[in-house]
């Protein structure tokens, strides 16, 4: 296995479904979030590794937690987001826990139940909106809208590319629970079109996730850089439409997510929405169970 920091990374920041450092993040914020994107970057990309054999790939993470926390210089982007969070005086268990959905992704390939891949997204998905918001300086009170919206993200990926991730690397997240209800086992996915039983699934997994984004609705409310209110307003907003659309498409067979006049839109009235938010919104709490 070459060593994936010398290699091209599978994709971009701005590949991603969701904003990455956006122009909507202030200057002297990006380049730290950037830093911690390109860790997790590689980090996906070695669990991902097409012909590595799992030892191989579970050595190559543990050089990452290795220089991460100083044991080593071994793995670029991991010293790289080392020295970045030693000069702004942050915390390493973000990515560690980072670290450990990707050995999980190397060596377990099936969910059980919605509350297991729960726990997966506690580790897949929460430390990345932990980290942007210790980044910008915010209270760790805000953590469980944020948790609740990283997850519903994770889950709104894992959905969209479904097929994909059966056919490529033989992993599901949809829970296998799920499945046997809908009397299916995970060969399911292997079809150009969804059956009316995994139509069936996806819709009532989309339907959980919209009760994420309820739960998170609060968060660009809640915290207190402006610019990073904007942003995550924008996401919510983009997190929002996608599960609707995940509700009555196939992602199998049809195109899930926005196009570019799609994004703008729903952007502006994220904007729209935060300037002034929903009468029910204006003094509500949220409370999520990690």
């Known amino acids: 296995m070459n060593e994936p920091a010398d290699e091209p990374a599978s994709k971009r920041h701005r590949?991603?479904?969701?904003?990455?450092?956006?122009?909507l993040i202030q200057a002297r914020h990006r380049g730290a979030i950037m830093a911690f994107y390109r860790f997790a970057r590689t980090a996906d990309d070695i669990a991902d590794h097409a012909t590595a054999d799992p030892d191989e790939k579970l050595r190559e993470l543990e050089a990452m937690r290795a220089t991460l926390v100083g044991e080593t210089d071994a793995n670029a982007p991991a010293l790289a987001l080392r020295q970045v969070l030693g000069a702004r005086r942050l915390t390493s268990v973000h990515g560690l826990d980072l670290l450990e959905a990707f050995r999980r992704d190397v060596v377990k390939s099936r969910y059980a139940s919605w509350s297991e891949l729960m726990d997966y997204c506690r580790y897949s998905a929460a430390p990345v909106g932990r980290m942007v918001l210790d980044i910008h300086g915010e209270p760790s009170s805000v953590w469980p809208a944020s948790d609740a919206l990283c997850a519903a993200l994770q889950v709104i990926n894992h959905l969209q590319d479904c097929g994909k991730d059966y056919r490529e690397l033989d992993r599901v997240y949809l829970p296998t629970e799920?499945?046997?209800?809908?009397?299916?086992?995970?060969?399911?996915?292997?079809?150009?079109?969804?059956?009316?039983?995994?139509?069936?699934?996806?819709?009532?997994?989309?339907?959980?996730?919209?009760?994420?984004?309820?739960?998170?609705?609060?968060?660009?409310?809640?915290?207190?850089?402006?610019?990073?209110?904007?942003?995550?307003?924008?996401?919510?907003?983009?997190?929002?439409d996608l599960a609707s659309r995940l509700m009555v498409r196939d992602p199998l067979s049809q195109r899930v997510h926005h196009r570019?006049?799609?994004?703008?839109?729903?952007?502006?009235?994220?904007?729209?929405?935060?300037?002034?938010?929903?009468?029910?919104?204006?003094?509500?709490?949220?409370?999520?169970?990690n």
């Not at 995970?186 to 699934?201: D, E, F, I, K, N």
């Open 178 to 240: 799920d499945l046997s209800v809908a009397d299916l086992d995970v060969a399911a996915l292997a079809a150009s079109r969804a059956s009316p039983g995994l139509r069936l699934v996806i819709a009532n997994l989309a339907r959980r996730t919209q009760e994420l984004l309820y739960q998170s609705r609060p968060l660009a409310q809640q915290v207190r850089n402006r610019r990073l209110r904007l942003e995550i307003a924008v996401i919510q907003r983009l997190a929002e």
């Open 15 to 23: 590949d991603e479904n969701f904003p990455v450092a956006s122009v």
């Open 260 to 289: 570019k006049l799609e994004f703008i839109g729903l952007a502006g009235s994220a904007v729209g929405r935060l300037v002034r938010p929903p009468r029910s919104l204006r003094s509500s709490s949220v409370e999520v169970t």
